[in-house]
């Protein structure tokens, strides 16, 4: 009887020690997961920054743009306006040629006090 009882009590030992055994390398497995899990987060965080950082980039790139576009078309209708009064003044129709001087001093006036605001 002896016997039996040191053999179940050598088994239990080794059941135990194994036990023990894989409860560490749970516990160092637990560890790694969680230092994983903490990078995922963080790298998660910088992406998450970077992409409020492009989409800064980008409206203020929308906003540049729209004043290009804005001060291309100024650009154009004055031009056009110019075209004009020299082709009243070519044709010697210079009534024309003052309204449309006229019409461009107010466009510039108006375009200045827009700027200043």
């Given amino acids: 009887m002896h016997r ?9 030992k080794r059941r135990l020690r194994i036990l023990n055994s894989r409860m560490k390398r749970l516990r160092v497995e637990m560890e790694e997961i969680s ?5 995922i987060k963080d790298g ?7 992409f409020q950082a492009i989409e800064l980039e980008c409206e ?3 906003k540049e743009t729209i004043l290009v576009i804005q001060q ?7 031009l056009a306006l110019m075209f ?3 082709k009243a003044r070519e044709s010697h129709d210079f009534s024309k040629a003052s309204q449309l001087t ?5 466009l510039v006036a108006k375009e200045d006090q827009q700027r200043k605001l």
Avoid: F, H, N, P
């Avoid at 039996?4 to 239990?12: F, G």
């Avoid at 998660?44 to 970077?50: A, D, L, P």
């Avoid at 291309?72 to 004055?78: G, K, L, M, P, Y």
């Fill in 35 to 39: 230092e994983e899990q903490k990078q």
């Fill in 60 to 62: 203020q790139l929308r």
């Fill in 4 to 12: 039996r009882s040191s053999k179940r009590s050598d088994q239990k």
């Fill in 102 to 106: 006229c019409a461009l001093r107010e």
């Fill in 84 to 86: 004009q009064i020299l």
């Fill in 44 to 50: 998660q965080k910088q992406v998450r920054e970077k």
């Fill in 72 to 78: 291309s078309v100024s650009t154009q209708i004055r």
